[in-house]
C-alpha cells in the first residue's frame, strides 16, 4: 500500500472507475435478481451500448482522430452526444492522447504503452499522472470544429444527462420507480462500465494478443474476437498499418460494423470523402510480412541445433516458397509504382501464394514446438 505514488493519482478518475465497476458487480446483480429484466430494459441498455461504442468508433475514432471520411453535421452531432456517454473525456482530448499513441507506439511518449505492462495500457495510464501533463498541441484541427469544442466544454453535463438521467426517466416512464433503478444501473452504470472496458481492451489485449499480419515492428494485433465487441476496431494490426483507411476490418468476412455504417451514410450523403487503402499496397504489406517470417525462420533453421536431414528439407521448402513470393512481390510493387493496374487473376494468385507461405510457416512452427 505504501508504495502506491499516492501524489500521482488522478483521484476524480479513479473513483468514477472504481465506483461504477463496483456498482457493475454488486447492484447490478441484486437488481437482477429481484426484479430481471425485460424486453424494454434489455432494448435500452442495447440501444445505448450500441450507440455509445458507435460514437467512439466512428465519431472519436476514425472520423476525428484519423479523418478517414468527413462527415455532415447530424452525424458528427449523434456521436459527441453518445460519445460523451462513454466518459472517456472529450473528443478533443480523447484524438489528442490517440494521435500520440500512433506517432509513439510502444515508446515513452505512448499514453498507453503495451511495454509498460498489460494493466498500465488498459486502465493505468487513467489512474495515474506519471508526469506533468504535456500541451495538447496535436489537434489544432479540432480547434476549428466548433460542435467539438462546444462538446469539449460540457462534456460530463452532456454525458451525465443523457447517459444516467434519460436511461432512468424512460425506465420511470415504462415501469415506475423500479423502471427508473432498473434504466440507471443497466442503460447507465453497466453500460458505461461494459463500454469502458471494450475499449480499453484495444489498447491492452490487441497490444498483447493476436496475429499480425500486416507489421511486426509494433505491437498491435489483431483479434476476431475483440471486433465483436467494438464494432469492428479488433482489426488492430490493419489499423496501425493504415490508419488512415476507413475501414477496419478490410477483408469481406471481418467483422466492422463501423465500416459498413460509415459505408451506408456515405449512400444517404451524410458522410464523404471515405479514405481506403488499394488492395494492391494491402496485399504488398502482406506478402513483405510474410518475407519476413520467412526469413526469421530459414535463420532459425539455419541454427546448428537445427540442422538435420529433416529440417534441411522444411528448409529448402521454404526456401522455395519464399523465393516465389519475393518474386511475385517486386512484380506487384513495381506495378503498384509504376501505377499500372494488376488483374484480379494475378492478385488472387499472389494471395494464394502468400497464404500458403503463412501456413507452411505456422505449419512448421506447430511441429517444432510438438517435437520439443
Excluded at 77 to 87: E, H, M, S, V
Excluded at 241 to 267: C, E
Excluded at 316 to 338: I, K
Aim: hydrophobic share 40%; glycine share 6%; with cysteine.
Amino acid at each position: 500500500m505504501f508504495k502506491i505514488p499516492f501524489k500521482r493519482v488522478n483521484w476524480i478518475t479513479s473513483i468514477f472507475l472504481i465506483t461504477t465497476a463496483l456498482l457493475s458487480v454488486t447492484a447490478v446483480p441484486i437488481y437482477l435478481w429481484h426484479f430481471g429484466i425485460d424486453w424494454f430494459q434489455f432494448g435500452m441498455f442495447f440501444f445505448f451500448a450500441t450507440a455509445t461504442t458507435m460514437s467512439i468508433t466512428l465519431g472519436y475514432h476514425r472520423l476525428y482522430s484519423h479523418l478517414s471520411f468527413k462527415a455532415k453535421w447530424p452525424v458528427k452531432l449523434f456521436t459527441l452526444l453518445f460519445g460523451a456517454c462513454a466518459f472517456e473525456n472529450s473528443c478533443f482530448d480523447w484524438t489528442s492522447d490517440h494521435r500520440k499513441h500512433h506517432k509513439h507506439v510502444d515508446h515513452e511518449d505512448d499514453p498507453y504503452d503495451i511495454s509498460k505492462g498489460f494493466m498500465w495500457a488498459h486502465i493505468g495510464w487513467l489512474i495515474f499522472k506519471v508526469r506533468p501533463e504535456e500541451p495538447v498541441d496535436n489537434v489544432n484541427d479540432l480547434h476549428r470544429d466548433k460542435l467539438c469544442m462546444w462538446q469539449h466544454k460540457y462534456v460530463h453535463l452532456i454525458g451525465f444527462v443523457l447517459g444516467a438521467v434519460v436511461p432512468t426517466l424512460l425506465g420511470y416512464l415504462w415501469s415506475g420507480a423500479q423502471g427508473a433503478l432498473g434504466g440507471f444501473l443497466l442503460s447507465g452504470i453497466l453500460r458505461i462500465v461494459v463500454v469502458q472496458h471494450c475499449t480499453f481492451f484495444i489498447n491492452s489485449l490487441c497490444h498483447t494478443i493476436g496475429k499480425r499480419p500486416y507489421n511486426t515492428d509494433n505491437t498491435a494485433r489483431d483479434s476476431a474476437i475483440m471486433a465483436v465487441f467494438t464494432c469492428g476496431e479488433g482489426y488492430h494490426n490493419y489499423h496501425h498499418a493504415f490508419q488512415h483507411d476507413y475501414r477496419n476490418g478490410v477483408k469481406p468476412w471481418q467483422f466492422d460494423p463501423t465500416k459498413w455504417m460509415i459505408w451506408t451514410l456515405s449512400k444517404l450523403g451524410l458522410t464523404t470523402n471515405l479514405r481506403r487503402v488499394s488492395d494492391e499496397k494491402i496485399l504488398l504489406a502482406e506478402m513483405r510480412e510474410a518475407k519476413r517470417q520467412a526469413a526469421r525462420r530459414l535463420a532459425i533453421l539455419g541454427t546448428p541445433e537445427e540442422s538435420h536431414p529433416l529440417t534441411e528439407k522444411a528448409a529448402a521448402m521454404l526456401h522455395n516458397f519464399s523465393q516465389r513470393l519475393t518474386d511475385s512481390y517486386n512484380e506487384l510493387e513495381q506495378a503498384v509504382s509504376g501505377k499500372v493496374q494488376v488483374s484480379r487473376k494475378a492478385m488472387a494468385q499472389w494471395q494464394k501464394e502468400t497464404r500458403e507461405l503463412v501456413r507452411h510457416i505456422a505449419n512448421m512452427k506447430g511441429k517444432a514446438k510438438s517435437s520439443a
